[in-house]
């Protein structure tokens, strides 16, 4: 096998540079490849890092105990450096916290000395709790930036979109790596609903109960935060279900809701059932207009609406 003479002539090169001139070289070395990367199309970033991952994989199945040793070491070590780091800018954002604190209460107590001493009055700023440096604020901008920076990727296939997604050949991992030609969550399987339509969007828990021709009775927690909940046993008991209601919007008095409130007085732990007639009547005559195949011989009841 023969070397390339430009290989050998860079590699003789290389062995003659001075470290000054070695570090220059990775850094352009870095640089450039830090600006290809971000050029590199969803397609061709899952290519590259899957030949990466295959790279590792072989060059860790060829290895031998010494060769395996010493990379646990340097993956170990790597770790201790990094949480090592991680301990001291902790610190270090702290201890400024601590100074700025310090400072501000230093401040402050001086003024009001001045002004006991003086007799004249000194408008003195309360301190905030809020107060941060300068390094903190740029810490919280930095975050805010790459917030912002955030690519969502989408799957035209299952329609699922998400930051941390990663595109194969024009659709998620998920549906790549299934064998079967229709995919599980597409439309071809029938599990796209498409995009609501306006008269149907905004709807509230009771207002979709109201218009629904089959619900389901169970057990919801509202948790501190506006999140829902669900625990306990579950019980089974038989319904008439021999056909779907034909008369729309139910009675409220014949939806089997019971709210328990443990915390009455939180605004948040609740909210009040309020119905709006008339988007109940938009969405009744859309569904009665487009969904042929369970709304199309409802009777909309004008006297219930």
């Known amino acids: 096998m023969t070397?390339?003479?430009?290989?050998?002539?860079?590699?003789?090169?290389?062995?003659?540079e001075t470290p000054e001139q070695r570090e220059a070289r990775l850094e352009c070395e870095r640089e450039r490849k830090r600006r290809k990367r971000t050029e590199e199309t969803s397609e061709q970033r899952e290519t590259r890092l899957t030949r990466m991952r295959e790279r590792r994989r072989?060059?860790?199945?060829?290895?031998?105990?010494?060769?395996?040793?010493?990379?646990?070491?340097?993956?170990?070590?790597?770790?201790?450096?990094?949480?090592?780091?991680?301990?001291?800018?902790?610190?270090?954002l702290t201890q400024r916290h601590i100074n700025i604190q310090h400072n501000e209460t230093a401040a402050r107590n001086q003024e009001i000395t001045q002004r006991d001493n003086d007799n004249s009055p000194i408008n003195v700023t309360p301190l905030s709790s809020t107060t941060i440096s300068e390094e903190e604020h740029r810490i919280l901008q930095d975050f805010h930036d790459k917030m912002d920076n955030i690519r969502y990727n989408s799957c035209p296939v299952c329609n699922e979109r998400a930051p941390s997604m990663q595109i194969v050949k024009g659709m998620c991992r998920r549906c790549y790596t299934e064998k079967s030609p229709i995919k599980k969550f597409s439309a071809e399987n029938n599990m796209d609903p498409g995009d609501a339509p306006e008269e149907l969007k905004g709807l509230s828990e009771i207002e979709e109960m109201l218009i629904a021709q089959v619900f389901v009775v169970m057990s919801v927690y509202r948790l501190r935060?506006?999140?829902?909940?669900?625990?306990?046993?579950?019980?089974?008991?038989?319904?008439?279900?021999?056909?779907?209601?034909?008369?729309?919007?139910?009675?409220?008095?014949?939806?089997?809701?019971?709210?328990?409130?443990?915390?009455?007085?939180?605004?948040?732990?609740?909210?009040?059932?309020?119905?709006?007639?008339?988007?109940?009547?938009?969405?009744?005559?859309?569904?009665?207009?487009?969904?042929?195949?369970?709304?199309?011989?409802?009777?909309?009841?004008?006297?219930?609406?």
């Open 3 to 16: 070397t390339n003479p430009e290989t050998l002539q860079k590699r003789k090169y290389m062995t003659k």
């Open 58 to 92: 072989e060059k860790v199945s060829n290895e031998n105990l010494e060769e395996r040793e010493m990379r646990l070491n340097r993956e170990r070590k790597r770790k201790r450096e990094s949480r090592a780091r991680n301990k001291e800018n902790r610190q270090v």
């Open 225 to 305: 935060g506006g999140q829902n909940g669900y625990r306990g046993n579950v019980i089974n008991f038989p319904q008439d279900i021999h056909e779907f209601t034909k008369q729309l919007p139910r009675r409220p008095s014949s939806l089997d809701v019971l709210v328990i409130r443990r915390s009455a007085n939180e605004s948040t732990a609740h909210k009040d059932f309020h119905v709006r007639q008339e988007k109940i009547a938009v969405a009744l005559l859309w569904l009665k207009a487009n969904n042929h195949l369970y709304y199309e011989d409802i009777t909309i009841d004008e006297e219930i609406l």
